[in-house]
């Protein structure tokens, strides 16, 4: 029975429902981090362009121009850093969603060779070596195939009660200095003199913003953090606790001699 259900488990790992739990949390972060990086590369791109706005002046006969905003390029910086490992974290959750089926079929499948072997060594004469392997492989198999996509199951059920209340804060600091940040939508039907009259009105808007945003740039960097360690934490570090608990179960049994 054992052997059966297993060869069943890793053939149609497809539909297998702690495995598809599992991959629905990690495709939950992945969507969120996907929005944060899309909203920092918006800011990043926004932060750039205002960083090349010029102000021209004179004085009698000298005259010049200055990039003013160019103290936001620190900012810029930090941004874009934060953008780049944001988006390494939604390739890596990316993967665990595509991953957990197909380690729960992995770990059925070492199922199927350890009651193989268990069969065959009651058959043909007791080994202890054979015995060994077959309660490693089905320990360590049961592990792959129930304990790790349980763990991912178990961290949605807790990453918003030990972590929502920080996210909702962060979240609403960075919408709130964040606000006016957009991409200008041009009006094609309209004359020049429309257009250079908008065009100023944009160049003011990013200098709005980016006063703003050098007002409150420890803010807003300090809750991208935030935000980056949340994501941290719901996807690799809550898991990874969880899973070891059932690691440290799994080999216990593993290598407990047979009395």
Known sequence: MIAAFSLGAAVYYKDNPLANAAQRYASSIAAASAATYVGLRTLNAVLSTAQEIEVEGSVFIA?????PLKMLEPVDDTIERIASVVFTLMLATGILAVAMGPVGAVGAGMIVVATLLWIS???????????VLSRRLVWYGGFFLLALPLSFV??????DWLTGDVLTRHETIIAEITASVGAPVPDQSAGWWDSLRGSLDEAGRYQELAQNIWTRADDL???????LSV???RIFLLPALLAGGFFVLA???ANRAET
């Open 63 to 67: 005259s010049g121009s200055a990039q």
């Open 121 to 131: 060594d009651r058959l043909l004469g007791p080994r202890d070596v054979v015995s």
């Open 154 to 159: 178990l961290s949605a059920e807790l990453a």
């Open 221 to 227: 960097i300090g809750s991208y953090m935030a935000l």
């Open 231 to 233: 994501f941290i934490f």
């Open 251 to 253: 080999r216990f049994f």
